[in-house]
């Protein structure tokens, strides 16, 4: 697969030919390069209609991993490159006519004549190609390190550029050589073996219905969800565990969530809930924080054990252990439940029978069957003639389709998202090919067929999905996703194809879209404001396949939590020596002391390294590196995520490494470093695209020039580090996410925030007070942010309030609002109420003071989700139905003096969820009083859920138990 055909096109692009390209070329040679552009992506057509006909064909798969390596040392090439800069006339003309000769030549080979198709010699060129291209593009991008790293470039480089492009041109006279046998040789091809040419014409329907709810709705086994209810709820005082297990892929976490969501049978008899997902590599530390719900980073495995076990003491606790893999895993826990002979209960799901025995007691070991047919069909006509709207003139194959399944669910759902991404106009014999090939996928053992299908959905994928699919195994197995930091990693990573008129994250999220349809992706949940999705995740089937095919493509080599660099889970792991130069452009993880391995430092070395991530499943604080162990070498690298630890010393050599386009680093308020001479050379980053630096504030760290970056796109500061004097001086049109931007409380010069005009989310952060007589810094100037949706409003704690003028600068086009510590008074509410496209407000930390809320009379109009989180003085609150006439959703956290839940809410007929946390049990119990009266009138889709409810008694509050933990 030609992966690397993705990335190098996106290399030249980015470099060259983007609205502000990191270096400029003249008219003729961008024309050169546009044209070189088209025909690289004629050969990426080629390649995969090509794989798409040769699929069974082993010589083809020898000769994809060829096209891979050449494709990757081109990428390496043009990253390399040594342009000179505009201050050495001689070396541009030099450079123009070196580059214009090798676009020339270079031209002739990338576009592939279909005489030689199906000609053996002509794919064994196609491998020669993606070595050559692979080549050039990391010795340009090594040479334009060079340049980016030397203002005022010296003549060696120069001389550097001439040695490389005779490299190249002697590759190509090879090649050329090669292309002049083929041709005289070309009747002696032989037409190579071809399969099926079954689901071919299987493209993404852009119009179809998206899939757009959380992949946790199960079909069928109704039974097993009375059995297994019945079993948590029977008379039995004693402590019971009750097993589940099944292959992967046949329900089992489905049927776990269905039954621990039950509102009426199971929510209501147990006292607290709580959930943890194990996986493979279990983690005790990790099952006991998910129990606790809890966000400690006390390291002491012991203490939170014994936090859990207190926790759970005299109350009746239903606990689910979901993927669990060993009897390890369950030794190590299981202490941790009391046995209070109160019908407490623990459910577990295996794929293992022998842990399953090995935990469960009595005859409580159930092994989910397999769908039936009426249950099977339903799932897919649910999928596919519910969701996407065929015609019916498809159910009779589709119901053929569905036998060969044989009743697996994920194997149901993956099928159905393969035809259900059908083109516009579908033909039934499209689908009937599609039956053709079960026939011969389909195997008797179970294992064997899940697998066959899921290659099936993904051979089928275009080349851009391909890549995008794979890269869900850079994250821990089970991980719930944000889909902000995805889309900008694949955008760091070069693995989207560039569109007109159309933002890169507009194109990710398109992509993101695509494969939640076909059922390779599932949506964990949405945004509260424009209904998007949120969070993702991939079913661990799903992602044990990702991470072999990655590992196969040398995309990725991840290294899990028990330190092991050369073998992975389920046999998907790397060889000593697949670690080699051309191995790995991707490292993952799961431990920082990876970073000080030999094999990984024997990568980056090799200038071959693009990314590395950082990924554990919490964060650390207090690390430290040896950073000179690979980033002095990483001189390629794109992708730098250490996000999730804190680290005690900021590398120095970061600034060289000139090629970053996506930085995540946690600074631990113990640093030391010289702040402003480093922050000073961020400046050197000018392929930078998203820079997330949490941290203490401190005087020495000023990042100067940030905002003045070309590509950046995405920035993220602590409080106190980004100030309103480092706003550009001239406009920023790439700039969408700026936060925290800090700014006194008064002053004279109004932020200029016409420079950003293109921010859709934006974080102020108004600092502290001053004494002297000036006037409230005006905020005018948010009122020219028409493409800002998202605004975060906070400021440092006290008891002085905010001037309301701050309110009345909010732009119209505002959809989400979130303030902090602002202490406005409820009479400014009335302001905020006119915001006329508000879907999301946020209230939180005094963000408005006072005993009284009067929420009456017209007010939000299109307000759909509030929070109201940690009002401590806020005592009454009277709604009016007509304040919010479309709420969905209200979430309270924390206002310990406010004991009644307001029963206007009663009357807001789209009310769905009653979110309540921490609150007083007289306010929980008047909200299930409201929920109780919507049920007398018929309307049950209202959904109260609590946490830690607690109750006064004398002058302490006490919690009376509820769910802890979170359902993933």
């Not at 697969?1 to 040679?29: G, K, R, W, Y």
Request: overall charge neutral; charged content about 25%.
């Amino acid at each position: 697969m030609a992966i690397s055909l993705v990335t190098l096109l996106n290399t030249i692009h980015f470099h060259f030919l983007q609205p502000l390209p990191c270096l400029s070329v003249d008219d003729t040679e961008r024309i050169m390069i546009e044209s070189l552009c088209k025909k690289l992506r004629c050969l990426q057509a080629f390649l995969e209609h090509s794989e798409k006909n040769n699929i069974n064909c082993p010589a083809w798969i020898g000769l994809e991993t060829e096209i891979r390596d050449v494709a990757a040392e081109a990428e390496t090439k043009i990253d390399n490159i040594n342009c000179p800069s505009a201050s050495h006339p001689k070396k541009c003309l030099q450079f123009s006519e070196r580059f214009s000769y090798w676009i020339q030549s270079l031209k002739s080979l990338v576009h592939p004549k279909k005489k030689y198709i199906n000609c053996p010699a002509w794919r064994g060129l196609e491998t020669e190609i993606r070595d050559v291209a692979a080549e050039v593009e990391s010795k340009i991008e090594l040479q334009l390190y060079q340049l980016y790293n030397e203002e005022d470039a010296p003549v060696e480089p120069c001389e550097s550029l001439h040695q490389t492009l005779q490299q190249v041109m002697g590759d190509i006279e090879s090649l050329e050589r090669r292309i002049q046998q083929i041709e005289s040789n070309r009747n002696h091809s032989v037409e190579p073996p071809r399969r099926n040419a079954a689901i071919q014409n299987i493209k993404a329907d852009s119009s179809s219905k998206r899939c757009t709810e959380p992949e946790n709705v199960m079909v069928g086994c109704d039974d097993e969800f009375e059995t297994i209810k019945n079993k948590l709820i029977s008379d039995s005082n004693n402590l019971e565990v009750i097993s589940i297990t099944g292959m992967g892929g046949i329900g089992k976490t489905t049927l776990a969530q269905r039954v621990y969501n039950d509102e009426a049978a199971i929510a209501s008899y147990f006292d607290i809930r709580a959930w943890t997902t194990v996986s493979q590599q279990h983690n005790l530390r990790e099952m006991l924080r998910d129990l606790l719900g809890s966000n400690d980073n006390n390291p002491d495995v012991s203490y939170l054990a014994s936090q859990l076990r207190q926790r759970l003491l005299g109350h009746r606790y239903l606990i689910v252990i979901d993927d669990i893999w060993s009897t390890q895993a369950w030794d190590g826990i299981h202490r941790c439940f009391p046995k209070d002979f109160n019908g407490s209960r623990i459910l577990l799901t295996t794929r293992l029978k022998q842990v399953a025995g090995y935990v469960s007691s009595g005859n409580n070991l159930y092994s989910m069957r397999f769908l039936n047919f009426n249950e099977s069909w339903n799932l897919f006509y649910k999928k596919v003639f519910v969701e996407k709207k065929f015609p019916l003139e498809f159910e009779k194959i589709g119901r053929d389709v569905v036998k060969k399944c044989q009743g697996l669910p994920l194997t149901i759902i993956v099928v159905a998202g393969l035809l259900s991404s059908s083109s516009n106009k579908p033909s039934p014999n499209q689908w009937e090919n599609v039956v053709a090939n079960l026939d011969l996928l389909l195997d008797t053992d179970p294992e064997k067929k899940c697998s066959k299908m899921l290659s099936l959905s993904y051979n089928h994928l275009p080349l851009h999905l391909k890549v995008c699919f794979l890269y869900f195994g850079v994250f821990p197995e089970d991980s719930i996703i944000k889909v902000k930091k995805l889309i900008r990693l694949w955008i760091a990573e070069g693995f989207l194809k560039l569109e007109l008129n159309k933002a890169t994250e507009e194109v990710a999220y398109a992509y993101l879209q695509d494969l939640v349809d076909r059922g390779l992706v599932q949506i964990d949940k949405l945004s509260s404001f424009d209904n998007k999705i949120k969070y993702c995740k991939v079913h661990d089937v799903l992602h044990s396949f990702s991470l072999r095919e990655a590992e196969r493509e040398k995309l990725l080599c991840v290294i899990n939590e028990n330190n092991n660099v050369h073998e992975l889970e389920l046999g998907v792991g790397l060889a000593t020596s697949s670690l080699d130069r051309k191995a790995c452009r991707r490292v993952v993880s799961y431990q920082l002391s990876h970073i000080d391995a030999e094999p990984i430092t024997q990568i980056s070395r090799s200038h071959e390294l693009r990314s590395f991530l950082h990924l554990p499943r919490h964060s650390i604080v207090g690390v430290s590196c040896n950073n000179s162990r690979i980033l002095p070498y990483s001189k390629l690298l794109r992708v730098l995520n250490m996000s999730l630890c804190y680290l005690n010393h900021l590398p120095r050599e970061i600034v060289d490494l000139v090629h970053l386009r996506y930085l995540a680093l946690s600074i631990d308020k113990r640093a030391c470093f010289n702040g402003y001479q480093l922050c000073k050379q961020l400046c050197k980053l000018r392929c930078l695209q998203t820079i997330i630096i949490t941290n203490e504030p401190w005087h020495s760290f000023s990042p100067n020039n940030i905002l003045g970056m070309p590509q950046i796109r995405h920035v993220h500061f602590s409080p106190r580090t980004l100030y309103y004097h480092h706003l550009p001086k001239l406009v920023q049109g790439n700039l969408q996410t700026l936060s925290w931007l800090s700014l006194p409380q008064r002053l004279q010069t109004e932020p200029d925030f016409k420079v950003i005009p293109n921010v859709k989310e934006l974080g102020i952060h108004l600092m502290g007070f001053t004494w002297d007589l000036q006037p409230h810094i005006s905020m005018e100037g948010l009122l020219n942010l028409h493409q800002l949706e998202n605004l975060k409003f906070e400021r440092d704690g006290g008891c002085l309030k905010c001037d309301s003028k701050v309110l009345k600068a909010f732009p119209s086009n505002l959809k989400k609002l979130t303030l902090i510590r602002t202490n406005f008074s409820w009479e400014d509410m009335a302001i905020i109420s006119t915001l006329p496209n508000l879907e999301v407000l946020k209230l939180r930390e005094d963000a408005f003071c006072g005993p009284e809320w009067k929420a009456t009379g017209n007010g939000f109009c299109k307000l759909k989700y509030l929070e109201v989180n940690r009002l401590l003085s806020l005592k009454h609150w009277s709604v009016d139905a007509d304040h919010f006439p479309i709420l969905e959703c209200i979430f309270l956290y924390l206002c310990p003096d406010l004991v009644e839940f307001p029963t206007g809410f009663g009357e807001i007929n789209t009310l769905r969820l009653i979110d309540l946390k921490r609150c007083h049990l007289s306010l929980v119990t008047s909200a299930k009083k409201l929920q109780e009266e919507r049920r007398d009138l018929g309307d049950d889709r209202l959904v109260l859920r609590e946490f830690y409810t607690y109750r006064l008694i004398g002058t302490h509050y006490e919690a009376i138990g509820s769910e802890v933990g979170a359902v993933n």
